[in-house]
């Protein structure tokens, strides 16, 4: 009876320990707005699949109308809120209410399309641009862009993709240093997270082909893009630190070298790619310099002086008791061979 008593008080203490694990979870669930995507194409299941990505993750995912954006009622009821359509328009009145969301700390995945003059792509630049950092849409791909390389902790947090093996056309990008690019092909970006200085705010995801989603070609993927949103990483991205000094007088036929070596790349007003370069003209010269992402810049302005004009005449021979001037002109400091400063 002792043994009968013993297995039950474990399977008591198991079966509790299951409903505080569970109950745990339900605490940690969010509530994630996805607009939805089918009403301008009927198989645009953008929507359908973020849902079923955000509820096996133990979210709570509802997929609500383009019209909710009109207006912020949603804000309290919400923790991330999903744009699941690349290709829908999205008027000023709608993207200013994405703006508010985010200024209300919370966090937006905004999907982009394979064009920048589609208006979701626009608005992904012009967000960034109100929070004043710095995006441009740059060179599109046309055709299936196959083993795009995942970047980062998106590539394993929280599971492990390395390449998203479907994407079909797209348009690349490049922004300041608060953005964290986390796909790449074709040694350009197609990924990004973009993190406003102000920590107060909420950060922002993209990416410039929806169809991966709509054929559900990743859903580990989605995962990690919702894991992102709830905990943005840190930024690395930080800026070469360049400094030439201060603004330098040298005489004539003196030469002072400038250096630069805290980046990957260089670009002198010389046209130089060195990291360094020497100076022997007088001028305004300066260094762009380049980590590969961030870029930092600095100049310096050179000056030379003229040599004091000397002429204190020709060899002399005097008798002895016989006394010479020797004047050394308009310079503005003296010293003789006698040790006398005067001119």
Known sequence: MQVKFNKFKIVTRIYLFIIMLFQCDLSYSLNIKIIESQSFISGHVMDSI??????????????SPQTDLDNNLFFANTDILIISSGAITLPPNRI??????????????????????????????????????????????????????????FANTNNIVPTLGSFWYSVSGIGDCNMIYFLKYGNQFHGFHYIPTNNLFGSIISNSDQDWVRSNSSPQLMENIITHLITPDSLINVLPNVNLGNDTTLCQGQSITLNCSSATSYLWSTGSTNSSITVSTPGTYWVQASNGICSNNDSINITFNSFPILNIGTDSTLCQGQTIDLNAGSATLFLWSTGSTDS
Do not use: C, D, R
């Not at 630049?125 to 980062?152: H, P, R």
């Open 96 to 153: 200013n209410t994405i703006i508010q969301f985010l200024q209300s700390g919370k966090p937006v995945y905004l999907q982009s399309e394979h064009l920048p003059t589609f208006s979701t792509n626009q608005a992904f630049s012009y967000i960034i641009s109100q929070f004043g950092g710095i995006f441009n849409w740059n060179n599109t791909f046309s055709g299936t862009l196959s083993s795009l390389t995942v970047l980062g902790s």
């Open 50 to 63: 973020w849902s079923l990505v955000v509820s096996g993750m133990g979210h709570n995912p509802s997929i």
